[in-house]
């Protein structure tokens, strides 16, 4: 409710007390949709009125210490300024504060995606702010000029109190929804509606957040609902109540957001966290194999000499409990050697067996505190106290770690041409990764031709548009001097599109087959016009 017109008026009016006489230094901006004001004052030689045009959060406040960046900075109006300020004065019915200066007059609107600020010199030339269209900007001029400015709430409240009928009430632009409720749940009367815009005017100012929702609330005192749950404070200066509305409704938006970034993750890890507790449970409750492999082992040692090579598996006399046992044996192993897997797979049981118990306890210990975690957000948290459960959870760390994964590509990055994305390998397993992973179908694919080198791809963004064949040249010349050809005058590389290119579980790393493929002769080099874009 904090830009209610009157609301605004009331700030004007502190504006008036605070800036009549001072001298308006500068007008600039150093944030987007900000415009700072520096108008020093006696205590503060530093002060600035800042006024941010932002459509969704359109507001002023302000700052009795700001220094001017060095860098990054756009000066406005500097041709008419500096300028003393002569009076603060508010439209008449329309949310348009002014500043009347010795020449001239600078005003502030508020018009939701249209608020703007203008500078109207001394020659009635509007200068705006946010850049407008001309024709905006005349009838903008236009506009200013009919207008009535006041500096005093006693016209405007005559005026509302004046009307004889709720609906020449009902018809004024300025009277907001909020402020109608309130006239209805009393009495329906005009004399309600000047009673609540006095308060607006006048009164204390309810600045807080609603328990319940999270709402930030900014309204005069008897706005209130005894039924909400509220933590508030009270105001008499509107500049001082929207600093600290300002202030709180940018933590709770901060603390909401966070929050929610949390929950989210911990609701992702406790889903991950069940389902590796049920693996390491039922490997758990499975048992051990370990005594099953060692009895295996001693049996079939016991029997060595009588173990066939071509057999899969051999029935043994178990002495322990005068049973016969069928133990498998792999026909490709010696018998010595199946003895001495078996005894291998015992060591590995027991040593697996004890590591799952060990992280079925760290698992399940994560699992608990996550739900702890969680059940802590359902309960009012500070930033603070979020940022701590975020460095607890290691967020920041795993984010960054994704979004640096995630930005930067692991391959040799080239521009051919201004306009072409060439990719080329930098071992085995970049080339894998580069061929079988980032590249699509119908890119092209390139490599030397009967020598090791490098994978190279040429990024295909439209497919009904034919590449160049000095483009396939160019990264032919780049694949090969990443390859044993370097040296050569001319080489060869195969080029095709990805889409003829295969690789299966007998290649070793970096070999693929190649389906059909052209060839082409090139000189192994980096031509001049092939741009390397560092990552």
């Known amino acids: 409710m904090y830009k209610n017109y009157f609301y605004l008026l009331r700030a004007s009016q502190e504006l008036n007390s605070i800036l009549s006489g001072k001298k308006l230094y500068e007008c600039y901006t150093q944030e987007r949709d900000k415009l700072f004001l520096h108008i020093p004052l006696e205590e503060f030689s530093y002060f600035h009125f800042i006024i941010s045009t932002n459509p969704q959060e359109f507001h002023f406040?302000?700052?009795?210490?700001?220094?001017?960046?060095?860098?990054?900075?756009?000066?406005?109006?500097?041709?008419?300024?500096?300028?003393?300020?002569?009076?603060?004065?508010?439209a008449f019915g329309e949310r348009i504060i002014a500043f009347e200066l010795e020449s001239g007059t600078f005003y502030i609107l508020f018009r939701g995606s249209k608020s703007n600020c203008f500078l109207l010199d001394s020659e009635k030339v509007l200068?705006?702010?946010?850049?407008?269209a001309d024709d905006q900007l005349a009838k903008i001029s236009k506009e200013l000029s009919d207008l009535e400015f006041v500096n005093s709430t006693a016209l405007l409240l005559n005026s509302i109190a004046g009307l004889k009928s709720l609906q020449e009430l009902k018809a004024l632009p300025y009277l907001s929804k909020e402020i109608l409720r309130q006239v209805e749940a009393k009495d329906n009367s005009v004399e309600s509606a000047v009673q609540i815009i006095g308060e607006i005017i006048n009164g204390k100012i309810v600045v807080g957040i609603d328990v319940e929702t999270g709402d930030t609330v900014f309204r005069p005192i008897s706005f209130l609902d005894s039924k909400q749950n509220m933590e508030v404070e009270l105001f008499d200066n509107y500049f001082e109540a929207i600093t600290k509305y300002l202030h709180l409704k940018l933590t709770t938006v901060k603390t909401h957001n966070a929050k929610h970034e949390i929950e989210k993750f911990i609701e992702n890890e406790i889903e991950k966290s069940a389902s590796k507790l049920n693996n390491l449970k039922a490997r758990i409750e499975n048992g051990s194999k370990e005594e099953e492999y060692q009895r295996n082992g001693e049996l079939l040692l016991s029997v060595i000499g009588q173990i066939n090579k071509r057999d899969k598996e051999i029935i043994v006399e178990d002495w322990k409990t005068n049973q016969s046992a069928t133990i498998k044996i792999d026909p490709k192993l010696s018998p010595q050697q199946n003895v001495n897997s078996y005894f291998d797979k015992a060591r590995s049981e027991k040593i697996e067996f004890e590591k799952s118990a060990q992280l079925y306890k760290s698992a399940k210990a994560k699992f608990d505190r996550l739900l702890v975690l969680k059940d802590e957000l359902t309960t009012d948290t500070t930033v603070e106290q979020l940022q701590v459960i975020k460095k607890e959870l290691k967020m920041n760390t795993q984010q960054n770690s994704s979004e640096d994964k995630?930005?930067?590509?692991?391959?040799?990055?080239?521009?051919?041409?201004?306009?072409?994305?060439?990719?080329?390998?930098?071992?085995?397993?970049?080339?894998?990764?580069?061929?079988?992973?980032?590249?699509?179908?119908?890119?092209?694919?390139?490599?030397?031709?009967?020598?090791?080198?490098?994978h190279g791809v040429l990024r295909v963004e439209n497919t009904k548009e034919a590449i160049p064949k000095r483009v396939l040249e160019k990264a032919a010349s780049i694949t090969a001097f990443y390859s044993k050809s370097k040296t050569a005058k001319v080489a060869p590389v195969t080029y095709t599109l990805k889409k003829y290119v295969s690789k299966n579980a007998r290649h070793e790393p970096g070999q693929v087959s190649v389906m059909k493929e052209s060839v082409l002769l090139v000189r192994p080099e980096i031509p001049n016009d092939c741009e390397y874009i560092e990552e």
């Open 406 to 454: 995630k930005d930067k590509l692991p391959f040799r990055h080239f521009l051919i041409d201004g306009k072409y994305h060439f990719y080329i390998g930098k071992d085995s397993k970049n080339n894998d990764m580069l061929t079988t992973k980032f590249a699509k179908q119908n890119d092209f694919w390139f490599h030397a031709r009967s020598v090791a080198g490098s």
């Open 61 to 90: 406040y302000f700052k009795d210490e700001h220094r001017k960046a060095k860098k990054n900075t756009a000066d406005f109006f500097g041709d008419l300024l500096p300028q003393k300020i002569k009076q603060v004065k508010m």
């Open 127 to 132: 200068h705006s702010f946010k850049k407008i």
